[in-house]
């Protein structure tokens, strides 16, 4: 008679409704455990879509209005460069570039990170229309969820600064996240930056909501407007300084 497998061995059952438990404990320790021994000290969130293109695949693009966004995976891509090559000196991890993963404005943050030589992280996650991991990520540091909150909560535990390039419904979610988790003070403030002025504001008109009274008018402080990556990294230092 063959042994059955150890329970912690049994795939079956691990992924049955009686472990949930367990798969979300695992969905935090793992990947805690691992920027530890990395030595991830701090991180900076790039947040975008996964659509804009490349300069390489612009021309592939179908969609005139989406390939005019091509300048704004320049700017992350940018952005992740500057940040790595400052803050990652002498084997210190602060202010590691940290994605979902896929490609876009994604790609272009960690791609960012890779060409200055530097560490950076990727939080994939397991969707229908399968979204893979990008070639840019650090090997070690390339992490899949299933559980949307646990993801989320990787984005915010070691966060300096959340940069939110143009994007979808998944951005929009991880934006207002984490201006409500500052708002109600259950996170450090620190600095929410929203690429691409014209962008936002003509999606959003955050004075209408501040007049009334829908969010304070001092909420609008929680928010700063760059249109570059040089802007931004200002806007960072500035704040910490």
């Known amino acids: 008679m063959i042994n059955p497998p150890k329970a912690y061995e049994n795939i079956s059952f691990l992924n049955s409704s009686h472990c949930r438990s367990i798969r979300l404990q695992l969905e935090y320790l793992h990947p805690e455990i691992t920027m530890k021994d990395e030595g991830v000290k701090s991180t900076i ?34 952005l992740a460069k500057i940040i790595s090559t400052t803050c990652q000196t002498n084997h210190e991890c602060e202010c590691v ?3 979902g993963g896929g490609g876009g404005i994604m790609e272009a ?4 990170a890779h060409e200055a030589g530097c560490k950076s992280i990727s939080l994939n996650i397991t969707l229908p229309n399968e979204q893979d991991p990008n070639p840019y990520v650090s090997p070690g540091l390339n992490f899949e969820f299933r559980y949307f ?3 989320k909560m990787h984005f915010m535990l070691r966060a300096k600064a959340f940069c939110i390039f143009p994007g979808g419904f998944g951005t929009f979610d ?6 409500t988790l500052i708002q109600t003070g259950k996170i450090d403030p620190m600095p929410v930056i929203l690429f691409g002025t014209e962008h936002w504001k003509r999606l959003i008109d955050w004075e209408y909501l501040a007049e009334c009274r829908l969010i304070s008018p001092k909420d609008l402080d929680l928010i700063t407007f760059c249109d570059t990556a040089e802007e931004a990294w200002e806007t960072i230092t500035n704040y910490y300084d």
Not at 48 to 65: H, L, M, V, Y
Not at 109 to 112: A, V
Not at 174 to 179: G, H, I, Q, R, V
């Open 97 to 99: 570039i940290i994605t």
């Open 45 to 78: 969130v790039l947040f975008g879509s996964a659509r804009i293109p490349s300069p390489e695949t612009k021309e592939n693009c179908d969609n005139p209005q989406l390939a005019k966004l091509v300048s704004f995976y320049e700017e992350a891509r940018k």
């Open 149 to 151: 909150h646990m993801r």
């Open 174 to 179: 991880e934006l207002f996240e984490a201006l």
């Open 109 to 112: 943050g960690n791609r960012g």
